[in-house]
């Protein structure tokens, strides 16, 4: 029940911020991409894939080695 709640908030959210400001960021296949109220898209660089990562595992920084 809440991810399909989920799923309608992000989709409306996507519609305004295209209806008010014109213009939308999304990553989508490891791309940032920005789509525009007219249809054309833009990528605007590539990104890293997104992490699997287990329930309960705590992440660190590689700089600092200090959880999150």
């Known amino acids: 029940f809440i991810p ?10 996507r519609w305004h911020a295209l209806a008010t400001s014109g213009k939308v960021v999304e990553a989508r296949n490891g791309q940032l991409i920005e789509s525009c109220s007219d249809g054309t898209v833009r990528v605007i660089r590539t990104i890293a894939k997104p992490m ?3 329930t309960g595992t705590k992440r660190f920084r590689a700089d600092r080695a200090t959880p999150l």
Do not use: D, P
């Open 4 to 13: 399909v709640l989920a799923h309608i908030a992000v989709r409306r959210a």
């Open 52 to 54: 699997v990562v287990a």
